[in-house]
C-alpha cells in the first residue's frame, strides 16, 4: 500500500443502482425452464386476502401468477406438475411458491419472509437442478429486492426431503435454520437458510449457475466452522489470548507494525493479519492467522518469496486503508482477489512498484503477480526513467500499468467490490489485559466491511 502514499492512487467510486418506483409489467411466458431477467418488477394484480391450501382452486391467485416463471416440470414422484410463481399480495414483499395439478393447488413451498423495509422487485431466475447431489431434483430461485436504492438477488433453494437426508443428525445446530412444509400429497421440500447466507456471503447470487456445484464446499466449510471456531467471539476471544504468538518483538522493518481483523475469504473464519514495513529499502511483511476447527491459533501458509518485500495491506499514513476486491467463481468455489500496491528500494537511484493481488486459497494466502513499474534516476541531473511491464515482461504503457489490476480481472468476469480496514499498533495490545485485548481486537473486526 506504499504506493498509495507516494504516488497517489486513483479513487475508484461506486454508483449502485436504485429501486425503481414504476411497476413494469413482466414479459411474455416462457417455455424454457431456466429463465434470468434484467427487467423490472411484475405486475401486481390488487386481490383479497387469502391463503392457499392444498386443493384449493386456482382462480383466488390467477390475477397474481408471474406466467414466465412458471413451468411444467417432471418432478420426481410428484409427476407431471406445474410449478408456480405468484407475485405479493398488496402491502407484502413475499412472493409465494406452488405446484398446482389440474387447477388444483397440491403443495405450497416453504414460506420466504423478507426484511419488512426491503421491496420485492423481480423473480430473477428459476432452475431446476440436484443442489445437494441426493439424486432428487431441487428449486433455485434468485429473488430481487431494493431498498434505499440499493437492489440485490436473495436466494432461496428447495431442497426435496430425502429419508437418507442425515445432514441434520452430523450438524444438530443447523437444525434451528431448517424451514419445512409438510405434506402427505408427496415428498415435501425444505429451506436451509444457513446454505442459502452461504451463498450470499460468497456474493455467488449473481446468476443461478453460481449456485451448483457447491455443495461439497458448503459441507466442508460446516466442517470448518464446527465447535470453537462457529462463533467470530470466541475467536477472537483466542486471538487475544495467544497474542503473545503474534505480537512479538522484531528487529527490522519496524516504522510501522499494526495488526487488523477481517474476513478475507468470507467463510465465516477470521483472519488476524499483522503487518510491518520500513528500513531503507521500504520492505513490508505480512503474518496471517486464524483459528482451526480445534480452536487452536493457526499460521497460514503463503506463496510469497523469502528475500523480497511481501504485499501488505496496510495504509502508510493513516490507521484506516481501502482495498479494491474482485471476487470470481472458480469451479463453483469464490476467490476474492484483494488488489496491493507495494514500494520497493532496489538501490539509491532505483525503485520498484509492484501491482499484485491477495487471495486466501485452501488456507494458503496466494500472490499472484500482475505488473510493475520501475523507476531509475540517473546522470547529472538525476532525470528519471520509468518503465512499465507486466509479470511475463510485456511492455505496457503507463495507463496500461494503472488499469492493469481492473482489465486482468475483468477478462475473467470478475465482480468489483471495495474493502475497509482498520489498524491498530501492535504495541498497543502488548500489556493490555485479555479484556482490553479481546476490545481492541473487536474494535477493528467492527470496523472491517466488504461492498
Same mark, same amino acid.
Given at each position: 500500500?506504499?504506493?498509495?502514499?507516494?504516488?497517489?492512487?486513483?479513487?475508484?467510486?461506486?454508483?449502485?443502482?436504485?429501486?425503481?418506483?414504476?411497476?413494469?409489467?413482466?414479459?411474455?411466458?416462457?417455455?424454457?425452464?431456466?429463465?434470468?431477467?434484467?427487467?423490472?418488477?411484475?405486475?401486481?394484480?390488487?386481490?383479497?386476502?387469502?391463503?392457499?391450501?392444498?386443493?384449493?382452486?386456482?382462480?383466488?391467485?390467477?390475477?397474481?401468477?408471474?406466467?414466465?416463471?412458471?413451468?411444467?416440470?417432471?418432478?420426481?414422484?410428484?409427476?407431471?406438475?406445474?410449478?408456480?410463481?405468484?407475485?405479493?399480495?398488496?402491502?407484502?414483499?413475499?412472493?409465494?411458491?406452488?405446484?398446482?395439478?389440474?387447477?388444483?393447488?397440491?403443495?405450497?413451498?416453504?414460506?420466504?419472509?423478507?426484511?419488512?423495509?426491503?421491496?420485492?422487485?423481480?423473480?430473477?431466475?428459476?432452475?431446476?437442478?440436484?443442489?445437494?447431489?441426493?439424486?432428487?431434483?431441487?428449486?433455485?430461485?434468485?429473488?430481487?429486492?431494493?431498498?434505499?436504492?440499493?437492489?440485490?438477488?436473495?436466494?432461496?433453494?428447495?431442497?426435496?426431503?430425502?429419508?437418507?437426508?442425515?445432514?441434520?443428525?452430523?450438524?444438530?445446530?443447523?437444525?434451528?435454520?431448517?424451514?419445512?412444509?409438510?405434506?402427505?400429497?408427496?415428498?415435501?421440500?425444505?429451506?436451509?437458510?444457513?446454505?442459502?447466507?452461504?451463498?450470499?456471503?460468497?456474493?455467488?447470487?449473481?446468476? #443461478?449457475? &453460481?449456485?451448483?456445484?457447491?455443495?461439497? +464446499?458448503?459441507?466442508? *466449510?460446516?466442517?470448518? $466452522?464446527? !465447535?470453537?471456531?462457529?462463533?467470530?467471539?470466541?475467536?477472537?476471544?483466542?486471538?487475544?489470548?495467544?497474542?503473545?504468538?503474534?505480537?512479538?518483538?522484531?528487529?527490522?522493518?519496524?516504522?510501522?507494525?499494526?495488526?487488523?481483523?477481517?474476513?478475507?475469504?468470507?467463510?465465516?473464519?477470521?483472519?488476524?493479519?499483522?503487518?510491518?514495513?520500513?528500513?531503507?529499502?521500504?520492505?513490508?511483511?505480512?503474518?496471517?492467522?486464524?483459528?482451526?476447527?480445534?480452536?487452536?491459533?493457526?499460521?497460514?501458509?503463503?506463496?510469497?518469496?523469502?528475500?523480497?518485500?511481501?504485499?501488505? #495491506?496496510? &495504509?502508510?499514513?493513516?490507521?484506516?486503508? +481501502?482495498?479494491?476486491? *474482485?471476487?470470481?467463481? $472458480?469451479? !463453483?468455489?469464490?476467490?476474492?482477489?484483494?488488489?496491493?500496491?507495494?514500494?520497493?528500494?532496489?538501490?539509491?537511484?532505483?525503485?520498484?512498484?509492484?501491482?499484485?493481488?491477495?487471495?486466501?486459497?485452501?488456507?494458503?494466502?496466494?500472490?499472484?503477480?500482475?505488473?510493475?513499474?520501475?523507476?531509475?534516476?540517473?546522470?547529472?541531473?538525476?532525470?528519471?526513467?520509468?518503465?512499465?511491464?507486466?509479470?511475463?515482461?510485456?511492455?505496457?504503457?503507463?495507463?496500461?500499468?494503472?488499469?492493469?489490476?481492473?482489465?486482468?480481472?475483468?477478462?475473467?468476469?470478475?465482480?468489483?467490490?471495495?474493502?475497509?480496514?482498520?489498524?491498530?499498533?501492535?504495541?498497543?495490545?502488548?500489556?493490555?489485559?485479555?479484556?482490553?485485548?479481546?476490545?481492541?481486537?473487536?474494535?477493528?473486526?467492527?470496523?472491517?466491511?466488504?461492498?
Amino acid at each position: 500500500m506504499k504506493k498509495n502514499i507516494l504516488f497517489g492512487l486513483i479513487i475508484l467510486s461506486f454508483v449502485l443502482a436504485g429501486c425503481k418506483q414504476d411497476v413494469k409489467e413482466e414479459k411474455e411466458a416462457s417455455t424454457e425452464v431456466t429463465k434470468e431477467l434484467s427487467g423490472g418488477q411484475e405486475e401486481v394484480t390488487e386481490t383479497p386476502e387469502h391463503t392457499e391450501i392444498p386443493g384449493q382452486n386456482t382462480q383466488s391467485f390467477k390475477g397474481r401468477v408471474i406466467e414466465n416463471q412458471t413451468f411444467e416440470i417432471q418432478l420426481n414422484d410428484w409427476g407431471m406438475v406445474t410449478f408456480t410463481s405468484v407475485a405479493p399480495e398488496e402491502n407484502s414483499n413475499d412472493p409465494e411458491f406452488l405446484l398446482v395439478k389440474n387447477d388444483k393447488v397440491i403443495y405450497e413451498f416453504p414460506e420466504i419472509k423478507a426484511d419488512a423495509s426491503d421491496s420485492f422487485k423481480q423473480i430473477s431466475g428459476v432452475k431446476f437442478s440436484d443442489v445437494n447431489m441426493d439424486g432428487k431434483k431441487d428449486v433455485l430461485l434468485l429473488l430481487q429486492y431494493c431498498n434505499d436504492g440499493d437492489s440485490w438477488n436473495m436466494p432461496v433453494i428447495f431442497l426435496q426431503e430425502n429419508p437418507d437426508n442425515m445432514m441434520y443428525l452430523d450438524y444438530p445446530n443447523l437444525e434451528s435454520y431448517k424451514v419445512e412444509a409438510k405434506t402427505e400429497n408427496g415428498t415435501p421440500f425444505y429451506r436451509d437458510t444457513f446454505f442459502e447466507e452461504f451463498l450470499g456471503k460468497q456474493h455467488l447470487t449473481e446468476k #443461478l449457475s &453460481d449456485m451448483e456445484g457447491v455443495w461439497t +464446499d458448503y459441507v466442508e *466449510y460446516l466442517d470448518s $466452522i464446527s !465447535g470453537a471456531t462457529m462463533d467470530i467471539q470466541k475467536q477472537i476471544e483466542v486471538f487475544a489470548q495467544n497474542r503473545d504468538k503474534w505480537a512479538t518483538d522484531i528487529d527490522f522493518a519496524d516504522e510501522q507494525y499494526k495488526f487488523t481483523l477481517a474476513d478475507l475469504d468470507m467463510d465465516g473464519q477470521v483472519e488476524l493479519l499483522v503487518s510491518h514495513s520500513g528500513g531503507t529499502g521500504f520492505f513490508s511483511y505480512t503474518s496471517f492467522y486464524n483459528v482451526d476447527k480445534d480452536g487452536k491459533l493457526k499460521e497460514l501458509n503463503t506463496t510469497f518469496s523469502e528475500y523480497e518485500s511481501q504485499p501488505d #495491506l496496510m &495504509d502508510q499514513v493513516s490507521d484506516e486503508s +481501502d482495498v479494491m476486491v *474482485y471476487s470470481n467463481i $472458480i469451479n !463453483g468455489k469464490g476467490y476474492y482477489n484483494y488488489i496491493v500496491y507495494d514500494l520497493m528500494k532496489e538501490s539509491p537511484s532505483s525503485y520498484v512498484y509492484r501491482v499484485s493481488s491477495l487471495a486466501i486459497v485452501d488456507d494458503v494466502v496466494t500472490e499472484t503477480k500482475l505488473a510493475v513499474e520501475y523507476e531509475t534516476y540517473d546522470g547529472p541531473d538525476y532525470a528519471a526513467t520509468v518503465s512499465y511491464k507486466d509479470y511475463t515482461g510485456a511492455e505496457l504503457t503507463e495507463e496500461e500499468y494503472y488499469a492493469y489490476a481492473a482489465a486482468y480481472y475483468d477478462a475473467q468476469n470478475a465482480a468489483e467490490h471495495q474493502a475497509h480496514f482498520q489498524w491498530k499498533d501492535v504495541s498497543d495490545i502488548v500489556n493490555a489485559s485479555d479484556e482490553e485485548a479481546v476490545q481492541m481486537l473487536t474494535e477493528v473486526y467492527n470496523a472491517y466491511s466488504f461492498d
